[in-house]
Each structure stands twice: as C-alpha cells, then as structure tokens.
C-alpha cells in the first residue's frame, strides 16, 4: 500500500527507551502522531484508557481480529497487542506522518503491507543497562522483569531486518539519530516530494 503520509516503525526489548524516545520526537514533530494501539495487557499506574493504549479484554481483541479490524497483531509477552486500520489509515492517506511503536512480529507485517515504511530498532548500550532501566522505570513485577529480559535476547537478534538500528545510550544522541532518519525520509517522499514535483514542472524536468 502507498500512501501520501510516512509510516515509521519503531520497535525495542522492553526498557530499550522506545516510549520515552518517541515521546520526545512527537513533541518536537508536529506532522508525526503515535498510532494508539489495542492491547489485552492490564493498564499501568500511570496509564490512560485511550492515551497509552485502548485497554480491551481477549475475546473483544479476538472479535476485532476475526473482523479484520487490525493491519497487524502480535503476541508478546504473554498478552496480544494490535494496530487497527482506523488508528492509522486515513492519518496516512491526508499525508500526515504515523509512528507506530511494537515488536518486531508486527514491524515485519507492516513491512510487508506498506513496504516504504522505515523500520528502525532501539538497543540499549548493554545488557545491564537494559536491567537497569526496567528496574528503575518501576512499572513491572520482578517475574515481568525477568521475562522481558529473556526475550530481549531472541527479540535483538531480529535488528538485522530493520532499515535502521539506534542505540540509546545518551538519550539526545538517540533522539538526535531519530529525527536524521525522519527527515531524510521526508526529503524522498511525501510532502516535499509533491514540492519538489511543483519545482520539477516549474522548470521543465518532469
Ligand atoms: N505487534 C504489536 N506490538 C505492539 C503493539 N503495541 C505495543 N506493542 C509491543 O508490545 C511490547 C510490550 O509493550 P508494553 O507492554 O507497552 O511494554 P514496554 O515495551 O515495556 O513499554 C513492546 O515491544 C511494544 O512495542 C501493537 O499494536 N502491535
Ligand atoms: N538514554 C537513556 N538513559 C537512561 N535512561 C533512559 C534512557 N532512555 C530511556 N531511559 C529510561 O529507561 C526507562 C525505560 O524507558 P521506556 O521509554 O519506558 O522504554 P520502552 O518503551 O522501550 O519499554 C524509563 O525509566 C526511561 O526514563
């Protein structure tokens, strides 16, 4: 599928930074919104109905993907996560600018549906650091911990099928590597390539 509107990718284990990183991007990107996904996975302390994620029970996730409701939808960590076609599609086609924020299994999906769309994967700087910020984050249970910690090894090891790989390790050299990728995409598409056709005509290139 093509669209006039740009599709980013982002996809991290657990704790990488992805949340906080694309937060700081959509403060700083006023053509970029977050897609709100769904998801099965009970809400955070901090967490708003509609903000974080639409929070839905398994057998409404279940209905909504038998409707076809979703462009992709994953397992991870034990709960299901999924982007629906009305978070994202008709941002897209006014040719407004979409991140999506989720694992590898629905990057790739996505991928496969919208093959201009960038894919780019956060690492942490070391497996301690990872620790360390799921730790400090204070969000999750140690047993939550220690699951998104094994799967961080299998889910790492997938980086090498994404367009671009980041490491956060100082958080403004991440953030600063985030908004390279999305102007340099933009100088390819979207907006200004439609100002770059109107040159183009101007001067008789087309
Ligand atoms: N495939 C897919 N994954 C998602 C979606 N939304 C979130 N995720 C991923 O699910 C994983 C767990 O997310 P979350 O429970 O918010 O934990 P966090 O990554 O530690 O903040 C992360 O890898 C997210 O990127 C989605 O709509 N589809
Ligand atoms: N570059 C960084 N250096 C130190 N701490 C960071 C950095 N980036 C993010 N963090 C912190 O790490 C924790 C996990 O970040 P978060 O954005 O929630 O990760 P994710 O969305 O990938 O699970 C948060 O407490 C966040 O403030």
């Known amino acids: 599928m093509d669209t006039p509107g740009n599709l980013f990718v982002v996809a991290a284990p657990s704790g990488a930074g992805k949340s906080s990183l694309v937060k700081a991007l959509l403060e700083l990107d006023s053509h970029l919104a977050v897609s709100i996904s769904h998801t099965t996975r009970p809400p955070r302390g901090q967490e708003v109905e509609g903000r974080e994620y639409h929070f839905i029970e398994e057998p409404t996730f279940r209905d909504m993907v038998m409707e076809g409701a979703f462009f992709e939808w994953a397992e991870v960590h034990g709960n ?3 982007t629906s076609r009305i ?38 700087p070391s497996w301690d650091e990872l620790l360390q910020r799921l730790q400090r984050r204070g969000e999750d249970p140690p047993p939550v911990i220690e699951t998104r910690m094994a799967n961080a090894r299998l889910e790492v090891a997938q980086a090498k099928h994404f367009d671009y790989v980041v490491i956060n390790a100082v958080f403004e050299t991440a953030l600063f590597d985030l908004k390279a990728i999305v102007h340099a995409q933009r100088l390819k598409y979207s907006r200004l390539r439609r100002s770059k056709a109107a040159v183009f005509r101007a001067l008789h290139l087309d």
């Open 80 to 82: 299901l996560y999924g």
């Open 87 to 124: 978070a994202i599609e008709q941002r897209l086609q006014d040719g407004e600018d979409v991140v999506l924020e989720i694992d590898w299994q629905g990057a790739l999906q996505i991928k496969r549906l919208f093959p201009n769309a960038v894919l780019i994967f956060i690492l942490p």
